[in-house]
């Protein structure tokens, strides 16, 4: 029997993420040396005193229902988090707890958006955002973050962009896949128009703890009462500490908001998982070394990789100064290599260098390709020095 699909689900964009992952994978099996560059997570196990508190917790009989919106300890530790890395105060009530901050995302939207209303999304995005816009019957508008801007939208944008159906914006800093961070300033004046157009800020804040250089994370909920009041942060535990696996994201703004997307849980999910939760309030109370050696490390690779990718023929590449990605764009490499398209290009480094990279159409962004470099270095530098031998192979002859 042929399903009758809901007119939901027929719009959905399927994750290029999972379609080269998957296509990685599968060359693995015949036993091809792949090497993988599209990983969305740090390559680093969780953190032995968070592995401790997760099996306490569970030895102590913590293995039960909790309240839909997540553990009061739990929320008390997100609470002294904000307040200690972004001066911002909250209440239990502003916070809400959910599996990964993508469901929390999820929540989100299906309880600020009704039919048709828009939500402005800045190109390069990451995949979900227009997908989970579209399921809660949204309409994503997309502003280019070019090259020249270094991927980011400003407020003239914005505001050009913004109509009687906008009802929020999204903003992602330090930004998957750019690994661009927007300044105090750029932050300013986007709230300014926000709060001139009375449209909510969705802050995706993820990689904030994965940040480089002289560059500094700042939330835009920090700038003022108003900025704080109209901005929801989405965060959570995957990134910073190494725990993609267990699940544990938060939402913290407008009361009214939480209340619904609590309610929503307590029909959708009941509770976020128990034995995560208790894990997450070590994460967050506990010692914070491990989150500075994983970004050192991150910033080492950084350092040492960006440098040889740029050097890469056909290849333009920003230095990012945050997350685990680097985002060149190839369109003159893959045409001077004989192929139509970007996504063309992916497939033949999949197929023929056996290095697996994500094409940036996934992201908003046909030009380019998005890599990880939250892998060690020695196949960081394999992977790179296959793409180049790669590209230097096939190179037209007379353009090299």
């Known amino acids: 029997m042929k399903p009758q699909l809901a007119n939901r689900v027929q719009t959905l964009t399927p994750s290029t993420t999972l379609a080269i992952t998957a296509k990685a994978k599968e060359l693995k099996e015949q036993g091809i040396d792949v090497i993988g560059l599209g990983a969305g997570e740090p390559d680093y196990n969780t953190p032995q005193n968070i592995l401790d508190a997760a099996l306490k917790s569970m030895n102590e009989g913590h293995t039960k229902y909790t309240p839909a919106g997540g553990l009061p300890a739990l929320k008390k530790a997100i609470i002294d988090k904000l307040e200690r890395d972004q001066q911002i ?80 914006i999204i903003l992602n800093s330090p930004s998957n896949p750019t690994g661009m961070l927007y300044t105090k300033n750029e932050l300013q004046e986007i709230a300014d128009v926000c709060k001139e157009a009375n449209i909510w800020i969705v802050s995706d804040e993820i990689y904030e703890k994965l940040i480089y250089g002289d560059a500094q994370h700042i939330s835009i909920a920090q700038l003022s009462d108003d900025a704080k009041e109209r901005t929801i942060i989405i965060n959570g535990v995957s990134k910073s500490h190494s725990m993609t696996g267990w699940r544990i994201g938060y939402a913290a703004g407008n009361k009214e908001l939480i209340t619904a997307m609590t309610d929503l849980a307590s029909h959708s999910t ?66 001077n290599t004989g192929y139509d398209s970007v996504d063309a290009f992916v497939e033949a480094l999949l197929t023929e260098a056996n290095v697996a990279v994500i094409p940036g159409s996934g992201f908003g962004a046909p030009s380019t390709i998005r890599l990880s470099y939250a892998t060690s270095l020695d196949l960081l530098e394999a992977a790179v020095a296959r793409i180049d031998t790669f590209v230097r192979s096939k190179w037209q002859e007379g353009l090299l």
């Open 89 to 168: 105060t909250y209440q239990a009530s502003e916070i809400l707890i959910g599996i990964g901050a993508k469901h929390v995302l999820y929540t989100l939207f299906q309880v600020l958006l009704n039919e048709n209303d828009e939500v402005i999304i800045p190109i390069p995005y990451w995949v979900s955002y227009p997908e989970q816009v579209k399921l809660a019957g949204g309409v994503p508008v997309y502003i280019e973050g070019t090259a020249e801007q270094q991927y980011k939208i400003t407020a003239k944008q914005i505001k050009e962009a913004i109509t009687d159906k906008t009802r929020a």
């Open 270 to 335: 009941s509770n976020p998982v128990t034995t995560s939760q208790y894990a997450a309030i070590e994460a967050y109370n506990g010692p914070q070394d491990t989150v500075e050696e994983m970004r050192a490390a991150f910033e080492s690779r950084l350092e040492i990789i960006f440098p040889k990718l740029a050097s890469i023929p056909g290849f333009k590449v920003l230095k990012p100064q945050g997350a685990f990605y680097l985002l060149p764009d190839v369109s003159e490499a893959a045409k």
